[in-house]
């Protein structure tokens, strides 16, 4: 490695955002669990309130370890600067309210996280921001939904149960010559898809999942990819654009120059997290951290174990389609191949041949997955939709979301794959004799 090459995702993942602690020269990264810090002076205090300067007010706005959590993932997305928060849900709010309010649309995929879509077809439209849904497998039809009053697209990267991966690098290049960045959820897919390299504008996780991956956490995070032109786009981007009330009418777009191309994510954090606080406690930034160590290492070998799992299911005579990025046909499968050059994550669907009564024997017979309404751990996970997320729905729009009554979701651990293998094993076994 030569010194002007960047370091890798594995170093990042240990290095990025802090050497050892000023005062103690701690290592490990403390957990600064204080709500609030002593200004020097009154004029320091005011400077900092002013944003003159950039330091530690008060915990909802920021923290120490939250600040590492933040320069870490920012580094490791290849973006300019993050804001943590509670939640995988406050991240995706905050991320269209930053740019939409009462009147306002966005255009976002058909295919979400179930808790996304609520959000977004109830909650934001009650409050006066319209959410249009397109199906993602065609990327023009966000241009055919677009209007002059739209400030934001939005999709998953790898939304299940259909996982297929959606074309980040023909939306985003539509967007941006009208002004609309793109807002990529990489929640499934961390390190195997690099949204800010094919033109998203902004990446939000639900840290909860892969990024944690121990199942003890719950968190969110917004990154801004600094690629973004705000200032070229008055019209399309009033509130990055415009002077803001709330903050003695800055210009958002000009007021963040001196510190870098952040102003979106400083938006976020001096308005929208003041205001709402949806703030994450250090406690779980520092266990999102310990995660963080091992990311590179845990993407790959979900990768590896899920590959191998969906070989194994696909010669089982019980299973009738099996559903990965790597085992798509058509549009699906280029899509897969140029957006997942490596490894294609964790996730995984399988359809049984014994339909819904089979799916439940098979939940019920598994001892090492845990059955739960969960992903991304780093222990094996299972869940049958039909009987359980998605079982308010009704059967012509389980359908359409790609819930079969035989579905099943897999998410795939770290564990060693012959022990993973064999619980699949048995538990099939166990839904024939039964289903
Ligand atoms: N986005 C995706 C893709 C998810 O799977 C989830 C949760 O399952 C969320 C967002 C919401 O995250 P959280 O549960 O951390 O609020």
Do not use: C
Not at 6 to 30: F, K, Q
Not at 167 to 196: K, M, Q, Y
Request: charged share 20%; hydrophobic share 45%; glycine share 10%.
């Amino acid at each position: 490695m030569t010194k002007s090459n960047p370091p890798h995702p594995e170093t990042l993942a240990l290095h990025a955002g802090w050497r050892a602690d000023p005062a103690t020269h701690s290592v490990a990264v403390p957990i600064y669990q204080t709500t609030s810090y002593q200004f020097d002076s009154t004029e320091q205090a005011a400077n900092l309130f002013a944003l003159k300067e950039l330091g530690n007010i008060y915990t909802r706005i920021m923290n120490p370890t939250v600040d590492v959590l933040e320069k870490r993932l920012a580094a490791l997305e290849g973006g300019v600067a993050a804001l943590a928060v509670a939640s995988g849900q406050a991240a995706s709010a905050l991320a269209v309210q930053n740019l939409a309010r009462a009147g306002d649309n966005i255009v976002s995929a058909t295919d979400l996280y179930g808790g996304t879509w609520n959000l977004f077809a109830n909650t934001l439209k009650d409050q006066g921001i319209d959410v249009r849904f397109v199906d993602p497998e065609d990327p023009e039809a966000f241009a055919r939904a677009t209007d002059g009053r739209t400030r934001a697209y939005y999709g998953e990267t790898l939304p299940n149960p259909k996982l297929r991966v959606f074309p980040i690098g023909e939306v985003a290049t539509i967007g941006r010559r009208l002004g609309i960045p793109l807002i990529i959820d990489n929640t499934a897919a961390p390190l195997l898809v690099r949204p800010f390299a094919h033109g998203a504008a902004v990446v939000m996780y639900s840290a909860t999942k892969w990024l944690g991956g121990h199942g003890n956490s719950i968190g969110g995070v917004l990154i801004d990819g600094g690629n973004f032109d705000w200032g070229a786009f008055p019209e399309r981007q009033p509130l990055l654009n415009r002077p803001d009330p709330s903050y003695h009418g800055a210009v958002w777009s000009e007021a963040a120059k001196p510190l870098g191309p952040i102003a979106y994510i400083l938006k976020a954090r001096v308005t929208l997290l003041r205001d709402l606080g949806a703030a994450i406690s250090p406690f779980n930034a520092f266990l999102i951290l310990q995660g963080l160590e091992t990311l590179a290492l845990r993407m790959r070998a979900h990768s590896e174990n899920a590959a191998a799992v969906t070989a194994f299911l696909a010669r089982h005579p019980d299973v009738t389609r099996v559903i990965y990025p790597g085992r798509a046909e058509g549009l699906a499968l280029a899509r897969a191949a140029q957006y997942m050059p490596g490894g294609k994550g964790g996730l995984v669907g399988f359809e049984l041949a014994g339909g819904a009564e089979a799916g439940r024997r098979f939940i019920d017979a598994l001892k090492l997955f845990y059955h739960v309404a969960n992903i991304g751990d780093s222990r094996s996970l299972a869940i049958h939709p039909a009987t359980t997320t998605h079982s308010q729905l009704s059967p012509a729009e389980q359908a359409a979301s790609g819930v079969s009554p035989g579905y099943v979701r897999l998410s795939i651990g770290i564990e060693h794959i012959e022990d993973i293998l064999a619980d699949l094993d048995q538990a099939l076994a166990a839904a024939r004799l039964v289903g």
